[in-house]
């Protein structure tokens, strides 16, 4: 069983590195396209075959629950960061994702998890990391010579907007999602090794006289 939780939490770490191979990679001078789509269907295949195999194998875990996610989130802002450097991508677009994701992964979830609650990523959040995706393989594609051009530039701004869009719409329904959550869960969850105050005793019963 430990061998079987292990596979799929070893597929999302794998993930967390291949943000950083696909900046290495990209070279404008070479773009090594070819490579750099590799990379994204590796992160793809790997974010898909992470959750089937601990859905199927029923290895459902918290950590998986969070990881995932963020896997995801820090592939992306990696290749993100990396067109902005390359005038691929406006700045402000990336700022405004960047932002996002570090309102969700660094105020939303540690709150929730301060009162015991996990939310997991719902479907407006699975399709917005789709959306991202198809943008970064259309950007990817774009650094090829056949795909420049006015028409595959109003394509790719296209993809911006609604990746734009949906990642703000779902950060909301995030936080709806949240704060739902904590209305029905107001308390914290009493820590195990906080000592709980001790009751005073009873005062004893009182004395009867007897009688003679």
Same mark, same amino acid.
């Given at each position: ?17 291949? &943000? ?20 994204v269907g ?21 950590? &998986? ?56 990523? &719902? ?38 907007? &609604?990746?734009?869009t949906f ?45 003679p």
């Open positions: 069983m430990n061998l079987l939780r292990a596979i799929p939490t070893a597929l999302t770490l794998f993930r967390l590195l291949l &943000g950083p191979a696909f900046v290495l990679l990209h070279d404008p001078a070479h773009p090594h396209t070819e490579a750099l789509l590799v990379i590796l992160a793809l295949l790997t974010d898909w075959l992470d959750g089937w195999l601990a859905r199927r194998w029923k290895v459902v875990s918290t950590f &998986g629950k969070l990881m995932d996610p963020f896997a995801d989130a820090l592939f992306c802002m990696f290749v993100f960061v990396d067109f902005a450097r390359f005038d691929i991508m406006p700045w402000w677009l990336v700022a405004l994702l960047i932002a996002r994701e570090a309102l969700v992964t660094f105020l939303l979830r540690p709150l929730a998890l301060s009162r015991g609650i996990v939310v997991a990523a &719902g479907m407006p959040g699975k399709v917005k990391t789709v959306i991202q995706f198809v943008v970064i393989i259309l950007a990817t594609v774009r650094l090829a010579p056949l795909f420049h051009g006015p028409f595959w530039t109003a394509v790719l701004w296209a993809g911006f907007i &609604g990746m734009l990642s703000l719409a779902s950060a909301a329904l995030y936080a709806r999602d949240i704060a739902r959550a904590l209305r029905a869960n107001p308390r914290a969850p009493a820590d195990p090794h906080t000592p709980t105050p001790q009751e005073p005793p009873a005062p004893p019963p009182p004395e009867t006289e007897k009688q």
